[in-house]
């Protein structure tokens, strides 16, 4: 039974960092693609960024690129995701996700994800 379970969220001043972890259990570690998504009220779930097993290659939305970093610890069976700089607008539930058997594609996209954990309120507010 696949489960991932976030943690790491919590109330930070704009401008501040947060870093989330998504421990993942119950799938093969050798192929997978593990995605974090974020979901504000009234607004449709978002991709965030992603990172795949085989290669530990990565893709960003263009509203995070060079402020978020995922990175992954196959040891642990825990990826992260540092946010940095962070401002107002990231203030959202944020969800990892994933997607077995997926190599040579970086979705961040919601519909391509198979298995999701319970989501991590993060709020940037002063």
């Known amino acids: 039974q696949v489960q991932l379970v976030e943690s790491g969220g919590g109330l930070v001043q704009p401008g501040g960092s947060l870093r989330l972890s998504c421990v993942a259990s119950g799938f093969s570690l050798d192929s997978y693609v593990l995605g974090w998504f974020r979901q504000a009220p009234g607004k449709e779930r978002e991709g965030v960024s992603c990172i795949s097993s085989s290669d530990g290659s990565t893709d960003y939305a263009d509203s995070v690129k060079g402020r978020f970093t995922i990175s992954r610890d196959n040891a642990e069976s825990t990826v992260y995701l540092q946010m940095n700089s962070l401002k107002v607008e990231d203030t959202a539930v944020y969800y990892c996700?994933?997607?077995?058997?997926?190599?040579?594609?970086?979705?961040?996209?919601?519909?391509?994800?198979?298995?999701w954990g319970q989501g991590t309120q993060v709020t940037v507010s002063s």
């Open positions: 996700a994933v997607v077995e058997g997926l190599v040579g594609a970086l979705p961040l996209r919601a519909s391509w994800y198979d298995h």
